[in-house]
């Protein structure tokens, strides 16, 4: 059964949604556009309707992931406090993580103010050349190979990277954690989690003890912490 999606059904979103299925499932390195465009069931050229190119594509992956991240961790939280929402995000993260191996490390770095990419059509890309390679700016197409994994990504925007720390931050307050302290808090949940699944991802962990016990230890932990943070 041909699974590929029919031409007309592309867009922005769903070229960049398919993008992140295939580094999820493959890894970062292999997605290209020639890639995309055959599980997409389309030519490659047609993919510059709806990105500017290879960059482009990986920066919106960049930011889908920020942004379904950010749902998980919300919906994790909504209606919660104190403990009850730290586990609740702390298992969120966790499953995020173990189910998008490939994007999840994309949206660990911190946004800096890169330049926001030109958009022009409906779909957010500028138009094609009649080459169909994509060349109305007269400059050549970037590499059609992504970066192999590891190697330096474009981070998420400035917006959906504070809105990860927001609802994180906003899942901690019933803590009772100062104001001026509630970054301290979150960069501290935050790293403390991302080392423990990050670990567990690249098989750093052995098989004296499940990691799921471990994980469940990890929290009470950072439950205790931050339960004196909030009291000092």
């Not at 030519?43 to 290879?54: M, R």
């Amino acid at each position: 059964m041909d699974e590929r999606m029919p031409r007309a059904g592309l867009s922005a979103e769903s070229v960049t949604r398919e993008a992140a299925r295939i580094v999820d499932a493959e890894g970062l390195g292999a997605l290209s556009l020639a890639r995309l465009a055959q599980s997409l069931g389309v030519a490659a050229p047609s993919l510059y309707k709806h990105v500017k190119g290879l960059d482009d594509l990986v920066a919106r992956v960049v930011d889908l992931t920020a942004s379904a991240f950010a749902d998980a961790l919300a919906e994790a939280s909504v209606g919660r406090s104190g403990k009850d929402a730290l586990q609740a995000i702390a298992s969120a993260y966790r499953s995020f993580a173990h189910t998008h191996p490939g994007t999840y490390p994309l949206i660990q770095r911190s946004p800096h103010r890169r330049a926001f990419r030109g958009r022009g059509g409906a779909d957010g890309a500028t138009k094609a050349s009649p080459s169909g390679k994509g060349e109305a700016s007269g400059k050549t197409p970037p590499s059609e190979t992504a970066r192999p994994s590891g190697a330096a990504c474009p981070p998420p925007t400035i917006d959906a990277s504070e809105r990860i720390v927001q609802v994180a931050g906003a899942a901690l307050i019933g803590y009772g954690i100062p104001k001026d302290s509630l970054v301290d808090a979150v960069r501290f949940v935050r790293s403390a989690l991302h080392g423990f699944v990050d670990l567990e991802l690249s098989g750093g962990f052995g098989e004296r003890r499940s990691a799921e016990a471990s994980f469940s230890v990890a929290v009470d932990l950072l439950d205790e912490a931050l339960a004196r943070l909030g009291r000092a």
